[in-house]
């Protein structure tokens, strides 16, 4: 009888006990183990993210940084040169030292929007992506794609400015309209597939968590979750349109 429990238990896959009363291991859970085993194993190589986190990180401040100390030095020059030479002196440039301000600052958002968006995505979510609306890879690049289009506009009223050779800044216009309309129709038709979680009241709750309360981390609630398995199963039975679970 012992030995036809111990013939079941073993083609059912489970643990079955020795005569002793110690647990014997079957092949079915130990090839289980091993899976388990693998798949954390497998799942923590996502902290090789850490490294790019780091790096684009660095990048974001060393940006922010320059076009700080950029803005400073602009501000005393342009004083500089209108206190001792007067407000003409500064015509048709002090445009253009602003702008390159400015550029320098969105490069350093667009950065800054890959190294937490990338850690958001796979060490922990933050209160912060999720009140920017980058909940996924998808957000991300389009979140991206938004400040390198606003980039690409600063850069060419910064040429526009200067004006130096109409044909220049025509055949910039062109460059510019070209790569700007592509970007443009990539956000639109990959419009509304990002995260069916982009919810109004999730991004509100994240930043009142964030901004008042002070808490970095996500939590993602329950109320979320079935949230965005009501949101698939209505687009996988056609109920309601691809971008319905990003409309804010």
Sequence with gaps: MHSLRTTQGIMRGVTTTSKR?????????????????????????????????????????????????????T????????IFNGIESQRGTLAIDFLEIVSTMLKAVVFYLIGVGLYSLFISPLNLTS???VESLADLEQKIISVIIVILGVTFLEHFVRWKDPLDTLYFAGA???????????????????????????????????FEHDDEQRHIEEEDV???????????????????GAEE
């Design 21 to 73: 009363g110690r647990p014997v291991a079957t092949p079915n859970t130990t090839r289980q183990r091993q899976a388990d085993f693998f798949s954390a194993a497998i799942g923590r190589t996502r902290y090789v993210v850490l490294i790019a986190v780091v790096a684009v990180l660095l990048v974001s401040f060393s940006l922010f940084i320059q076009g700080t100390v950029l803005a400073f030095s």
């Design 75 to 82: 501000l005393y020059s342009s004083w500089h040169e209108t």
């Design 131 to 133: 009140a920017l609306g």
């Design 176 to 210: 510019f309209a070209l790569a700007g309309g592509a970007l443009v129709f990539f956000q639109k038709v990959h419009s509304g597939q990002g995260s069916d979680m982009q919810q109004p009241e999730a991004k509100l709750r994240a930043r009142r968590e964030l």
């Design 226 to 244: 079935k949230r965005a398995e009501e949101a698939t199963e209505s687009k996988a039975e056609g109920k309601v349109k691809a971008d319905a």
